[in-house]
């Protein structure tokens, strides 16, 4: 009897999520067959399946994704770093692919950028191989992904975020150019936020100050390197600009990271900064994401600002590095703080959205 494999399929936004089987055929040359061990279901999910973002229909969500080799295609025997794969071992990958030369990748070095990427989580589920998504039992590597064997070390739940989360805040703090001793604001503490504030401390920023509306997570951000901590929804604007200039003497932080996806932030973050600072935006991915701006103050401040979308493979192996490198610091593991069966998608992207966990995982 042929194989065949559960998905999780979102046929249309907000419509309920239909429980499917597809036929699992053999990998391909280049390819890996990987049975899913867990998916995390991230705000880019979210604002997909409510229709604020385009993302194909029918498809299967998820793109934060861990798994064990079922088969490896023709061609594949290593992993980014080099080290061998076999059956069995437990991967992750790039959240996207693209395979061929391009101009951006081979020129600019910006392989995320080019033209005709595809996106895990983002294609037609009708399509063989079908399995592109990690709300589902299986998923296919298809060439031009970056393949990165996990530790046996490390949890499944320490795991799963690395491919979008981690590696997106690793490019992120990066852009930032954040220096011994600076200080640095995160502004949204959701997954990106709570690792922003971590890895700005790990680069060695002398203060983190970490805004959000959600107390919990405010709690959890001091967990995670956050020095200061300021809820958004008690203080208004401008003072909540006269506190955080306050707590960066003399002149304001050095660096603010805009990872809330709202877009009324931007003026009161570019108000923050000391003259010279570093503004980068990476949490405003929907359409129509837009502000005002007064650029006189961005020319008098000699502010910096500058937008970070994806992440480059090599942000992925510096994304386990940092993880395995500060376990016993942070906490990690707990960020994944519930799990749901397939079925239970629906109920997990209910809690997802109205912020009632911090991340849940999808276990097949």
């Known amino acids: 009897m042929p194989k065949t494999g559960r998905a999780v399929v979102y046929a249309e936004p907000n419509a309920p999520f239909e429980v499917r089987e597809y036929p699992v055929r053999d990998a391909r040359a280049g390819e890996v067959l990987v049975r899913i061990t867990m998916s995390t279901i991230c705000r880019s999910d979210i604002h997909s399946y409510e229709g604020h973002r385009p993302n194909p229909c029918p498809g299967i969500l998820g793109h934060e994704i861990i798994g064990v080799v079922e088969q490896l295609g023709q061609g594949v025997d290593h992993d980014m770093r080099g080290d061998p794969l076999a059956v069995g071992d437990r991967v992750t990958w790039t959240e996207y692919f693209r395979d061929g030369p391009s101009w951006y990748r081979d020129v600019h070095d910006m392989p995320q950028k080019a033209p005709?990427?595809?996106?895990?989580?983002?294609?037609?589920?009708?399509?063989?191989?079908?399995?592109?998504?990690?709300?589902?039992?299986?998923?296919?590597?298809?060439?031009?992904?970056?393949?990165?064997?996990?530790?046996?070390?490390?949890?499944?739940?320490?795991?799963?975020?690395?491919?979008?989360?981690?590696?997106?805040?690793?490019?992120?703090?990066?852009?930032?150019?954040?220096?011994?001793?600076?200080?640095?604001?995160?502004?949204?503490?959701?997954?990106?936020?709570?690792?922003?504030?971590?890895?700005?401390?790990?680069?060695g920023a002398a203060r983190v100050i970490a805004l959000d509306a959600v107390p919990a997570r405010l709690e959890v951000a001091r967990r995670f390197g956050a020095d200061l901590v300021l809820d958004v929804g008690r203080m208004d604007e401008r003072d909540l600009?006269?506190?955080?200039?306050?707590?960066?003497?003399?002149?304001?932080?050095?660096?603010?990271?805009?990872?809330?996806?709202?877009?009324?932030?931007?003026?009161?973050?570019?108000?923050?900064?000391?003259?010279?600072?570093?503004?980068?935006?990476?949490?405003?991915?929907?359409?129509?994401?837009?502000?005002?701006?007064?650029?006189?103050?961005?020319?008098?401040?000699?502010?910096?600002?500058?937008?970070?979308?994806?992440?480059?493979?090599?942000?992925?192996?510096?994304?386990?590095?940092?993880?395995m490198a500060n376990r016993d610091r942070f906490p990690f593991g707990e960020i994944v703080d519930s799990r749901f069966g397939l079925d239970q998608l629906g109920e997990a992207f209910e809690k997802a959205a109205s912020h009632g966990v911090l991340r849940a995982a999808i276990v097949p």
Not at 149 to 168: S, W, Y
Not at 180 to 195: A, H
Not at 281 to 288: D, R
């Open 116 to 203: 005709g990427l595809r996106k895990y989580g983002h294609d037609l589920v009708d399509d063989d191989p079908h399995f592109l998504g990690g709300f589902a039992d299986y998923c296919y590597i298809l060439p031009g992904t970056g393949i990165l064997k996990l530790p046996d070390a490390l949890t499944d739940e320490e795991a799963t975020p690395l491919n979008c989360g981690v590696a997106t805040m690793i490019s992120v703090t990066e852009a930032a150019a954040i220096a011994m001793g600076e200080t640095v604001v995160v502004q949204g503490l959701g997954l990106l936020g709570i690792y922003g504030c971590a890895i700005a401390k790990a680069r």
């Open 241 to 323: 600009v006269r506190t955080v200039r306050a707590a960066a003497p003399p002149d304001g932080p050095d660096v603010v990271l805009e990872v809330c996806g709202v877009p009324s932030v931007v003026r009161s973050g570019i108000e923050m900064l000391r003259i010279g600072g570093r503004y980068v935006l990476a949490g405003l991915v929907n359409p129509g994401s837009t502000f005002e701006l007064d650029g006189n103050d961005l020319i008098r401040k000699w502010i910096t600002l500058r937008g970070i979308h994806n992440y480059h493979p090599r942000h992925l192996i510096q994304a386990l590095d940092f993880v």
